[in-house]
């Protein structure tokens, strides 16, 4: 087990440190809620995925260091080869590679599906390897554009997140948002955190080109 954080614990005087303690005070899930988690895509998986254009990966290094990343394309962008197994591709980014790191010493990974408007969500915990065969490249194809590396992800198991968070959060009502009036830009933050010399104007062209020409 993964140490907790014990300066964090220290600033705090009612910590939950035990299985019994978490269960006493959420209790346990319904029938439903236990029963509803499956080991293979069915009917109604596949096509949420299929009309699903973004996805979150998480994924942890060897000592537990957590990540996760965005992933967006068109619908169906997620290649499902079989019950089992789901293709994620690989498109051009920043180069951190940080999911694809944390693969190559911990396969285990987490992903986290939506579709636009519809209010539940689809999760999956697996088992990933980063491949390059061709074929499945070239079948993910976009704009011309083959991706290098392609994520395969062996399913242990699948099932929907109710749409309480999405009600809640009032995610798909626009006139739930927070206004973005006066909100620092990317440019802003990265002249900040980076330690940026350049304009700001200068930094936001180069990031708005980038967008408009390295997408794939």
Not at 132 to 137: G, P, T, V
Not at 210 to 215: E, P
Request: charged residues 30%; negative net charge; aromatic residues 6%.
């Amino acid at each position: 087990m993964i140490a907790r954080d014990a300066v964090l614990e220290k600033e705090f005087n009612e910590v939950v440190t035990t299985s019994e303690e978490l269960r006493h005070i959420v209790g346990n899930p319904s029938d439903i809620a236990s029963g509803k988690v499956v080991n293979a895509l069915d009917r109604h998986c596949r096509d949420f995925i299929k009309r699903s254009p973004f996805m979150l990966i998480s994924s942890a290094d060897a000592d537990g260091n957590m990540d996760i990343s965005p992933k967006g394309d068109p619908p169906g962008f997620v290649r499902i080869l079989d019950d089992s197994t789901v293709a994620i591709p690989d498109r051009k980014g920043n180069r951190r590679a940080d999911t694809f790191s944390n693969v190559l010493e911990n396969p285990q990974v987490g992903l986290f599906f939506v579709v636009p408007g519809y209010r539940e969500t689809l999760r999956i915990r697996g088992r990933a390897l980063l491949v390059r065969d061709l074929d499945l490249r070239q079948s993910m194809e976009m704009k011309g554009v083959v991706p290098d590396l392609a994520l395969v992800v062996n399913i242990d198991e699948v099932f929907f997140h109710c749409a309480k968070c999405v009600i809640r959060s009032g995610l798909w009502d626009f006139q739930e948002w927070a206004s973005v009036d006066g909100m620092g830009t990317l440019a802003d933050a990265l002249i900040d955190q980076v330690g940026l010399e350049e304009d700001v104007q200068v930094v936001h062209a180069q990031l708005e080109d980038s967008y408009d020409k390295n997408l794939y």
